[in-house]
């Protein structure tokens, strides 16, 4: 009788792995389907934001909610005043990021961020950021007031524009124009009018990054039910 015959491999239960298995894979198959439906919610939260885009005016997006991200459309001109937003950098170079003041024909204005503009070479200067004349549909999305500074301190004078700046919470913008609400916008992309270098971060988890933790749950799911079997 060969060897294989004398020792035949036989199965056994470990209970304790079969606890540990019971106890982990209905969690990771439930925080799957957990990330599904929070995709499927929120691209039914886009769709109703870029339906209202399209749908309705300035006050009326105003009055629904200027929540972060929410796409919007606003059609106006701009005003003269601009902050800078120092030590913002692109690709190693210094700049600033350019935030505009816009007047709709309809509704309160509303500052734009036109995206960043490299830095002169010397401190003393500061770029020419003069917004284009006449009426113009910008598209964007709501974004917050840049508030938190990123160096402390003063490094620019409180009169003229335009004005360099750390950082430029709601209220002290409001001290400057009224009725300003309490978000920004930010231009979708370059080809807005006025628009400098509008690359910006996405502003809200979209439904792909939601698909993308439900992917890695259900295979950490599948690994885990492949390792107790065989173990």
Not at 11 to 27: Q, S
Not at 92 to 117: D, H, K
Not at 123 to 136: H, I, Q, S
Not at 199 to 204: N, V
């Amino acid at each position: 009788m060969t060897e294989a015959k004398k020792n035949p491999r036989q199965w056994h239960v470990d209970w304790r792995l079969m606890v540990f298995t019971g106890a982990f894979l209905p969690l990771l198959i439930a925080l799957g389907i957990w990330q599904l439906n929070r995709a499927e919610e929120k691209q039914v939260l886009l769709d109703q934001w870029q339906q209202e885009a399209q749908n309705l005016n300035w006050p009326e997006q105003v009055v629904s909610g200027l929540d972060n991200g929410r796409p919007v459309t606003v059609t106006g001109l701009y005003g003269e005043r601009s902050w800078l937003l120092d030590n913002r950098t692109r690709d190693g170079m210094a700049g600033y990021e350019v935030l505009t003041a816009f007047y709709p024909l309809q509704g309160p204005p509303v500052l734009v961020n036109r995206g960043w503009i490299a830095a002169p070479r010397t401190r003393n200067e500061l770029p020419d950021v003069t917004p284009p004349d006449g009426v113009f549909s910008l598209t964007g999305r709501v974004g917050p007031y840049p508030e938190p500074p990123v160096l402390s301190g003063e490094t620019g004078p409180k009169e003229g524009w335009p004005r360099r700046v750390q950082m430029l919470p709601g209220a002290v913008a409001r001290s400057e124009i009224a009725d300003l609400p309490a978000a920004i916008i930010r231009l979708q992309d370059s080809e807005q009018p006025g628009a400098y270098r509008a690359d910006w971060e996405p502003d809200l988890m979209g439904p792909q990054t939601h698909y993308g933790y439900a992917t890695q749950w259900f295979a950490l799911a599948v690994v885990l039910t492949i390792l107790s079997v065989v173990a």
